[in-house]
């Protein structure tokens, strides 16, 4: 397939549509952080199968690290169905540098929403995690298994500890309360509301930006960090989205769930298809003088899967998808796109 020829309509890749009844359509579901790369995903997933009845709440309006203005909320608005996606995320640089800031709010964050989902009868609740939460020399691909098994990375080791935290929540107010509040770990995502900071994006975007601006200034060459022989995984926020409503509509159980790809590529691979879908024909050279990081970091995603969930949208159309929303959003030169406190999440 050309990816600069066709052009993909995320409707055609997706899928068809599931039936829900755990969902009802009537249903009042509260996505927290909808502005965001997986909560917009979540919204867009929700809108295509008809659901109306959406409670969306930007930070300015509800503040999620106030306490008594999320157990007010929670109390007028009868919420029956929660997807955490708000949260402080990110990167290596960004989350080492501001560790206080990053296990504060995440945890407060978590704290508050649970609690009141649980004070004001939540039927069901599903919670954000990340597979930062593993421990730094995991086996591969990793399973939920190896949670708390070993020492942490310490460059997100706050970060971690306020996921860890989390979903630690949701297990204890299960099993104490009988409250169908769940979690899923996701690995890296990329899509569309991602973010485009030159200095702060995960590597999807600051790699798609590094590409298109090479490509739109006639560079020869573009350069990318380390050999290139590194493997990640990497998983199109709708395809998460999908997952995340798979795991609302059919999954009851207290043990949390790892989505993702279970397939990881070089980034020498993703190197050259971005350089495709971008349309830049230039070198691509490897600096081998900076650091490649860990080997290997895939999830062992055969408990979601057994849930009938497959990813649908490979790397090559989600990437070709990311791009046609970054040109129509100016993502790459407006400030739209460039939120500034992101860096790599791998
Ligand atoms: N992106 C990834 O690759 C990745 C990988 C694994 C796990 N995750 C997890 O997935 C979840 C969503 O991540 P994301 O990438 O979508 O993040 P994101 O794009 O940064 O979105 C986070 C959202 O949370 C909202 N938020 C943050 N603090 C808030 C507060 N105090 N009150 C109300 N809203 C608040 C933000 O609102 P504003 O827009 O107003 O700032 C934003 O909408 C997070 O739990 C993250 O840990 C993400």
């Known amino acids: 397939m050309n990816l600069n020829r066709v052009a993909i309509h995320l409707k055609d890749v997706m899928g068809s549509l599931k ?55 929670f109390r007028e608005q009868r919420i029956d169905f929660v997807f955490v996606c708000a949260a402080k995320v990110g990167g290596i640089l960004h989350n080492s540098l501001h560790q206080a800031d990053f296990i504060y709010e995440n945890l407060m964050i978590s704290a508050n929403v649970i609690q009141a989902a649980a004070l004001y009868d939540v039927k069901k609740l599903l919670y954000l995690g990340s597979s930062c939460i593993y421990p730094k020399f995991s086996p591969q691909p990793i399973p939920e298994e190896a949670l708390l098994s070993g020492p942490l990375e310490p460059t997100n080791e706050g970060y971690a500890i306020a996921k860890i935290a989390g979903l630690k929540l949701c297990e204890k107010f299960y099993k104490q309360y009988g409250k169908c509040f769940i979690s899923v770990m996701p690995t890296n995502m990329y899509g569309p509301n991602d973010n485009f900071h030159p200095d702060h994006s995960h590597v999807i975007p600051g790699m798609m930006r590094r590409f298109h601006q090479a490509a739109r200034g006639g560079a020869s060459s573009v350069t990318v960090w380390g050999t290139g022989s590194p493997r990640r995984e990497f998983l199109y926020a709708d395809d998460f989205a999908e997952a995340a409503l798979t795991v609302m509509e059919n999954y009851n159980e207290a043990e949390f769930l790892n989505v993702g790809t279970g397939e990881d590529v070089p980034i020498r691979e993703l190197a050259f298809t971005m350089a495709q879908v971008v349309g830049f024909k230039g070198e691509i050279v490897f600096d081998s003088s900076k650091p490649d990081g860990t080997p290997r970091k895939v999830l062992d995603v055969s408990k979601v899967k057994s849930l009938g969930w497959e990813p649908r949208i490979s790397l090559e159309v989600g990437l070709r998808l990311s791009y046609e929303w970054a040109l129509q959003t100016d993502a790459f030169t407006c400030s739209a796109g460039a939120r500034d406190t992101q860096s790599s999440h791998v």
């Open 19 to 73: 039936v829900f009844s755990t969902l009802t359509h009537d249903a009042r579901i509260f996505v927290a952080g909808h502005r965001g790369l997986v909560g917009s995903a979540i919204v867009r997933r929700l809108k295509a199968y008809g659901f109306t009845n959406l409670v969306l709440r930007t930070r300015s309006e509800l503040d999620l690290l106030d306490q008594a203005a999320v157990r007010d909320f």
